[in-house]
């Protein structure tokens, strides 16, 4: 690095940590929560029965299952009735 390029480094250094000083010596005032805690927790709570919901299910590795009724009959061609088939 040149001489420049280390002058500006430390220059903007020096900047940042006086701007930080400056914003942080701001008197601190106390608030009531409101609704951010509420919708951090409704929001972990969806990720986390999102989740368990995904994981119950069987895996997607071939795509969607497709299921239909079909006709099912015996040996001798007479028919039984429908029956629910997935493939």
Do not use: E
């Not at 002058?7 to 409101?34: E, F, M, N, R, Y």
């Amino acid at each position: 690095m040149s001489i420049k390029t280390k002058i500006a480094a430390i220059t903007l250094a020096a900047l940042t940590i006086a701007a930080s000083v400056a914003s942080t010596t701001s008197t601190a005032q106390a608030k009531p929560l409101g609704w951010g805690w509420g919708v951090g927790a409704g929001i972990a709570t969806a990720a986390i029965v999102g989740t368990a919901i995904a994981a119950s299910n069987d895996p997607y590795y071939y795509g969607y299952h497709r299921c239909g009724w079909v006709a099912q009959y015996d040996a001798f061609g007479h028919y039984l009735g429908r029956v629910r088939s997935c493939y």
